[in-house]
């Protein structure tokens, strides 16, 4: 008998083929697997295994996640009938893994008959719905057939029962996994949610920097040209602002995942947002401490003494600045910097081994400076 054919009034248990927790148990197992659920994301990553799509390499773009490479070897006959290892752009194998799931099967499966035949109730509700439920809060807990109302499913869905027909049921899951598509391909069409800056500064401050990078990466294309639009100009300073800021934690997780040149381009988008005050100092102050990280201590300067010219806490600024110009063999600049710092306010300990370094260089004519000078706090400040 298949489906649709008339049976006997018949109610089987699902607790045998229930697989509820199915992809953590899974990720138990699997070293990468926090990384792999936040590149590719959560329910694309088990959509992959549902399928049969063995991920085998990720090169990851985090200007423009979507065009991230995916390679990836296929177990089934879903995706491909070939066994090789394939290469697609992440929306590319995120749309590949919906398809697949997508396809209808219209192949006919005898109608179980007894309890303990746990496959043949497993073939008749769908194995692939078996494993998709439980990724959107659905319990399998009763198949009821035979009934004039045709066959039934018994789900509970985030812990309230509820009854359907089981092709509804499939026609539902299905329209989940196609909303899943959907809802992720018109976020990265450069929607900017301001409310992610308050997560991202939270994963920031854990050091978390590929989850800031997963929250804001998509932010710097579409605000480059936003910004230049009637709607961009017209933006209020507290929007410009927040915009800043998380641009500033964005162009910092580049900068703690070694991307430097992709850090640089956000924090130069960024400073056009801020413009000037607070942000602007701490766009700047950012920017520079990131060339000085790529070994270019002249280009720093420039925005660290605009950063400066903002900073309300100047001794936050004064000591990368000195830096940068120690790096240039500026020792007399570098000097009237570091004491300008600890008039400010900077711990003395922090700036000891500048302090040396200078001392020790210049000798005899740093006492001289520093009698004409007189202590830190008669000195006219840095500009």
């Known amino acids: 008998m298949t489906v649709g054919e008339k049976a006997a009034l018949r109610e089987f248990d699902l607790e045998a083929i229930r697989t509820d927790g199915w992809f953590e148990r899974i990720g138990e197992g699997i070293g990468s697997f926090q990384a792999l659920c936040e590149i590719v994301g959560e329910r694309f990553f088990a959509f992959s295994v549902i399928v049969g799509a063995r991920i085998t390499?990720?090169?990851?773009?985090?200007?423009?996640?979507?065009l991230s490479l995916v390679d990836f070897a296929v177990g089934g006959r879903e995706l491909d009938e070939a066994g090789d290892t394939q290469r697609l752009t992440l929306a590319d194998f995120r749309r590949r893994l919906v398809g697949a799931l997508?396809?209808?099967?219209?192949?006919?499966v005898p109608v179980p008959t007894r309890d303990?035949?746990?496959?043949?109730?497993?073939?008749?509700?769908?194995?692939?719905y078996l494993l998709l439920a439980p990724l959107y809060g659905f319990?399998?807990?009763?198949?009821?057939?035979?009934?004039?109302e045709g066959t039934r499913l018994v789900v509970l869905h985030d812990g309230i029962e509820e009854i359907h027909d089981l092709g509804g049921f499939r026609l539902r899951v299905r329209a989940l996994v196609r909303e899943e598509l959907d809802r992720i391909a018109s976020g990265s069409r450069g929607a900017i949610d301001l409310s992610k800056v308050t997560e991202a500064e939270g994963a920031a401050h854990r050091g978390e920097w590929e989850k800031v990078v997963q929250l804001l990466g998509t932010w710097p294309a579409p605000l480059a040209i936003f910004?230049?639009?009637?709607?961009?100009?017209?933006?209020?300073p507290d929007a410009r602002a927040l915009i800043a800021k998380g641009l500033g934690l964005l162009g910092s997780a580049c900068v703690a995942l070694e991307e430097l040149p992709q850090a640089e381009e956000v924090f130069r988008i960024g400073i056009?947002?801020?413009?000037?005050g607070a942000p602007a100092a701490d766009l700047f102050l950012r920017l520079g401490k990131a060339l000085l990280q790529n070994d270019r201590p002249g280009e720093a300067i420039g925005p660290l003494r605009r950063a400066l010219a903002f900073a309300e806490k100047r001794a936050e600024v004064l000591p990368f600045l000195a830096r940068a110009l120690l790096r240039r063999n500026k020792w007399v600049a570098a000097h009237a910097c570091l004491r300008e710092a600890l008039a400010a306010g900077a711990n003395k300990a922090d700036l000891s081994e500048d302090l040396e370094l200078i001392e020790s260089?210049?000798?005899?004519p740093?006492?001289?400076l520093k009698a004409l000078s007189g202590p830190p706090e008669a000195l006219g400040g840095v500009r």
């Not at 260089?361 to 005899?364: D, E, K, R, S």
């Open 57 to 66: 390499a990720l090169t990851v773009d985090r200007r423009n996640p979507d």
């Open 102 to 108: 997508l396809v209808d099967d219209e192949k006919e």
């Open 116 to 128: 303990t035949d746990v496959e043949g109730i497993q073939l008749f509700i769908g194995v692939r």
């Open 139 to 148: 319990s399998l807990r009763k198949l009821k057939m035979g009934s004039e």
């Open 227 to 236: 910004l230049r639009t009637p709607e961009g100009q017209a933006l209020t």
């Open 272 to 276: 056009q947002y801020a413009q000037e």
């Open 361 to 364: 260089t210049l000798g005899a």
């Open 366 to 368: 740093l006492e001289a």
